[in-house]
């Protein structure tokens, strides 16, 4: 148990639907991230949030969008998805963004896009 | 750009075998240097961390020693258990910027 519950564990969706994943962090921390792992690649960066501000986009498509409404909450909206969206999405936090922070990550969501 | 290379896997070992896992990175200022480790079906944990050069990380029996000169950050245990199979992740940090490695996965036999 890292302090950093995601919801739901697995989804399936469709190319045409709208899903929401949650992520919640319990250590007080101020930064929040979202990554994407695929098989036989690198962990993605998505999103960065620093206070509840959006500090980092890296060239994400628009179908996905992220919320931050608290320091405790991130959320990952989905909508008309493709295939190759298929991943684990994790969710991360810490203290702050800084060069020595160590990362807390959840279980991630398994995501299979039909 | 800052990258991150570890040797690819699997790797297979049997119990009480030694174990390295290289990572070397590249970086234009002085990074911090992390290993986290997934175990199946969970996140990313951290395993251990070097913040400057030739500091010494560790953490379950695992090391791993920031070699500025080589510019690596290699992953050492000296006898493995089959509770160590897993995926193993290098990273760098360097000011808002963190880089993962590709990660290694280790499966230990009894």
């Known amino acids: 148990e890292t302090g950093v519950t995601q919801t739901p564990r697995h989804l399936v969706m469709g190319m045409t639907n709208k899903k929401s994943l949650k992520c919640e962090q319990h250590?007080?921390?101020?930064?929040m991230y979202w990554y994407k792992q695929s098989a036989k690649k690198p962990l993605e960066l998505m999103f960065v949030?620093?206070?509840?501000?959006?500090?980092e986009n890296n060239s994400v498509p628009s179908r996905f969008s992220p919320e931050c409404p608290n320091s405790s909450h991130l959320f990952l909206h989905l909508h008309t998805l493709q295939p190759e969206d298929s991943a684990l999405y994790l969710c991360?936090?810490?203290?702050?963004?800084?060069?020595?922070?160590?990362?807390?990550f959840g279980p991630g969501t398994r995501l299979l896009v039909l | 750009g800052d990258s991150v290379t570890q040797m690819e896997g699997p790797v297979t070992l049997s119990e009480e075998a030694f174990l390295t896992i290289n990572c070397t990175y590249t970086?234009?200022?002085?990074?911090?240097l992390f290993w986290y480790v997934q175990y199946p079906g969970e996140g990313l944990q951290l395993l251990l961390k070097?913040?400057?050069?030739?500091d010494k990380g560790s953490n379950k029996g695992f090391e791993a020693t920031y070699r500025k000169e080589t510019t690596s950050f290699h992953l050492e245990k000296g006898s493995v258990q089959v509770s160590d199979s897993a995926v193993y992740f290098c990273?760098?940090?360097?000011?808002?910027?963190?880089?993962f490695g590709a990660g290694t996965r280790l499966f230990v036999k009894a």
């Open positions: 991360a936090s810490s203290q702050d963004r800084g060069g020595e922070e160590t990362q807390y």
């Open positions: 250590l007080g921390h101020n930064a």
């Open positions: 949030y620093n206070f509840k501000e959006q500090t």
């Open positions: 970086a234009t200022g002085y990074p911090s």
């Open positions: 070097a913040t400057k050069a030739d």
């Open positions: 990273a760098l940090s360097e000011g808002f910027k963190t880089i």
